[in-house]
């Protein structure tokens, strides 16, 4: 059983927004505390007050510091976040949300995201605001987060680089490969900061899932809007992922929503375009490959490719750029229907190697045989083949191990 949260932003997401709806849904508020306290940070306080927007109950997170610097190096955050010990899930969201709003700034300003210089998200309150989310999802003990369509507002917002257009820059390029509608209020509705943890920690994209609903909760915003409530819903419950349907394709409703980047080279070598795919695949990829085209002029060149998660586009399109010299990405959204799959394990000459099985079709793990190959001293072809007849053989009677 696969444990969700669905975010619908109907009315936007911020930080304290997104906190507010898990607390609201069951994350306990002094856990989430205890666990953002591990920052090596003092002088801030949490409190989370029910609140009515627009006849809706809901959680009004308020974070107050006394230290009102709001400019922090993107380095400086990471290293904090390096230093708390939080649980490797928790840790991980933390560092994949200022991450993608390091490498969406950096892009904005033409700057090694290291070298980013937060601005508003730099300020404490901000800061515990991602890291407060990012606990409540481990206090519920969140598998998967999913989201809807993000709603954003019109306008203009003043920022530390004066006024800027609504939805700002940074949010419309973190939310790149998410499905977004626009609407005419006059305001700020999604904010860096929540674009950034729904790119960060968000798997798949659409309408809720065939969930066994647990429970709903609404995270307030800052003030009431005409039309509509300003709030943030989130429904968590449980979803079988074997229980769902084991055939995938076409045929199926919807698939997995996905983005495709893609950027053109001319003038790059083997080892540089596999290394750019090796690094795209460390960035969060989930596949990456090089296509050999014809340009303009009868140019030979080669078209890098990489498939990935809406959450993961902005540090992917930021891999491309860099490891190419590409002065551009192109991106468009695709579906994918992937068939069920499950790990199974089998050993060969004492050595584990997993295997990946679909539709009665096992297919040994390339490293995991070449390891066992190295240390063994048999050819690769024929570990993988003892792995693939280890775990038939096994298939066939599962009383025998796989051996």
């Not at 306080?45 to 974070?63: F, Y």
């Not at 530390?160 to 006059?186: F, W, Y």
């Not at 140019?299 to 809406?310: F, G, K, Q």
């Not at 072809?381 to 599962?398: F, H, K, M």
């Amino acid at each position: 059983m696969t444990r969700v949260a669905w975010f619908q932003p109907f009315a936007g997401i911020a930080g304290d927004m997104a906190l507010g709806a898990l607390i609201d849904v069951g994350a306990d508020v002094d856990e989430v505390r205890a666990l953002v306290r591990q920052l090596p940070i003092e002088g801030w306080a949490l409190t989370a007050e029910p609140v009515l927007r627009g006849g809706i109950a809901a959680i009004d997170v308020r974070v107050e510091a006394d230290d009102e610097a709001t400019h922090r190096h993107a380095s400086s955050i990471l290293a904090m976040v390096d230093a708390a010990g939080f649980p490797d899930r928790m840790a991980r969201r933390v560092r994949d949300t200022f991450g993608a709003l390091a490498a969406v700034e950096g892009r904005l300003h033409g700057i090694p995201p290291a070298d980013v210089h937060f601005h508003e998200v730099g300020a404490i309150d901000s800061i515990v605001d991602v890291v407060g989310t990012c606990a409540a999802l481990e206090v519920l003990d969140v598998d998967e987060v999913q989201s809807g369509s993000v709603a954003t507002g019109t306008g203009t917002v003043e920022s530390a680089h004066g006024t800027i257009p609504v939805p700002a820059p940074a949010t419309i390029a973190l939310l790149a490969g998410a499905p977004t509608h626009g609407t005419d209020v006059a305001a700020e509705l999604t904010t860096p900061t929540g674009a950034a943890l729904l790119a960060a920690t968000v798997t798949t994209w659409g309408p809720m899932p065939a969930l066994v609903v647990e429970a709903a909760g609404y995270g307030a915003g800052d003030r009431d809007l005409d039309g509509r409530p300003n709030v943030t819903q989130v429904v968590v419950g449980t979803l079988d992922r074997a229980g769902e349907a084991t055939g995938g394709g076409p045929g199926r409703a919807s698939g997995q929503p996905m983005v495709t980047l893609e950027v053109n080279v001319d003038d790059a070598t083997g080892e540089t375009l596999a290394h750019a795919l090796a690094r795209c695949l460390e960035a969060g990829a989930r596949d990456a490959w090089v296509t050999p085209i014809v340009m303009k002029k009868g140019r030979p060149a080669h078209v890098v490719s990489a498939l990935c998660d809406p959450s993961a586009v902005a540090v992917v399109a930021e891999v491309l750029t860099s490891e190419t010299g590409s002065l551009g990405v192109r991106a468009h959204t695709v579906q994918r229907w992937s068939a069920a799959r499950t790990m199974d394990e089998v050993v060969v000459d004492g050595h584990p190697i997993a295997v990946k099985v679909t539709a009665g079709r096992a297919k040994a793990e390339h490293d995991d045989a070449a390891r066992v190959a190295a240390a063994t001293g048999r050819p690769l072809r024929e570990v993988l083949a003892l792995a693939e007849a280890a775990w038939r053989a096994a298939d066939a009677d599962p009383s025998e191990p796989a051996s």
